[in-house]
Each structure stands twice: as C-alpha cells, then as structure tokens.
C-alpha cells in the first residue's frame, strides 16, 4: 500500500475486473485486501458497474491503519497506537503545546530518504492515519475534499477544526477555517469551539509555526499564537 501510495482506501469505488483480478506478478492493493476481507462491498451501482468497497468493521480498519501507520513511520520503537492516544488525552485537556510535540515526535521519526523522495505524501499520509485511528477512542474525522477542514475531533469540552499546510503559512491555514466556516455548523453547541491552523516545514521535517482562535457561541474569537519553537 505504502508503495503504491494508498492510505485512505475507505468509501473507495471499483469495477468487477479489479475485485477479480489476481495476477501475483502485478498486485494490486486494493484487489488483496477485497479477497482478504479487509475490504467489503458496501454499494453496487448497476448503471456504473461500480462497487463501493469499506473496511467491514472498526476492528479491522484499526488494525489495518495501525500497521500501515507502523510501516510508514519505519517501524519505530513506540507503538504508533500510544502515540494517537497521547493525543487523545492532550486534546481532552485542551494542551496544543502537547499536540504539537506529538506531531513533531511523529514526523521526526520518519527515515530521512523516504521524507526527501516523497515529503508531500509522506505528509498527507502521516496525518490521515494519525486522525483515522484517533477516531478509535473520540470522534475523529479526516477529510480530503475541498471545502472541509483537515481534521475535525471532538471531545466531551472541545470541538477542534484542524487545517494543515505544507511549506504554508499557519496564519493561511487558520484564515481558510475561519473564512470557509468549518466551525459554524457548531455554532450553538456548548462545546468550545477550537480553530488550529498548522505549518509544516518539509525541510526541517517538523511544525513550524501553529495559531489557534476559540470560539464560544456565536463565533467570537479570541487568536492565540505560538512559534511552535
């Protein structure tokens, strides 16, 4: 999967010949983990002769992601699975300093080769996996599509709406959560409302600067900013 560069293979849409084919001498992601059971068909639309493939389970997709996860950090000595609840608790408490150090421990352990080869997608990788197996412990989103931020999580206190940019400003990254509402279909939750904006330096391979706003009711904000030094 790492080699072809698949990481997010949920809701993904496929014809018959790829869930049949099985030439060992070209497999193909995707084709594996259907025979395998990692994937399932969740929708076939007759018109399209195209079939919706998932994970079947939450225990399965965890697993799946937290080897893949694994794979893609080298292998390292900590257990990638502790590092996303470290995160867990460091956003229940409301301590982004701590986020960040996560995400900074988690990018430092990338083998040096594969980041310079393949920083950007190293990166998309890395981010959506971390938020994907966080979503096993808190509710946890990750999306790619234009118009929805990064990374939504929730907590019992907090909201966060998260946006990352590579070798981009963290003030960029803040202004698109705020100007694009990511936060507003919350408006009238009781939770606090929390906007992070993050830069990644591909040459420093670690957070370069973060901002974060809170909101309370009808969207006031209040910025906060920090170096990430």
Known sequence: MKRHQYFNVRAIRVSQSKL???D?????PITVLFQTGYLTITEYVPEDNLYTLDYPNMEV???????LLADYLDFPLEDPLARVVNLRNALRQKNL?????IFNATFASLPYDHWRQENEHFFHALIHLTFSLLGVYIQSEVH???GRCDALVQTDKY?????????KSAAEALRQIEEK????????SPKE???VGVSFSSEEKRVESWEASVSVRQYASTPVRQDGS
Do not use: C
Not at 24 to 28: I, K, P, T
């Open 24 to 28: 060992y001498s070209r497999l193909d």
């Open 159 to 167: 909201i966060y709406a998260f946006e990352f940019k590579l070798d």
């Open 181 to 188: 509402g990511y936060l507003s279909p919350w408006a009238d």
């Open 97 to 101: 300093e701590e986020v960040i150090d």
């Open 144 to 146: 790619t599509a234009k």
């Open 20 to 22: 049949s084919a099985f």
């Open 61 to 67: 997709r965890q697993s799946l992601e937290q080897n």
């Open 193 to 195: 409302r929390i906007a």
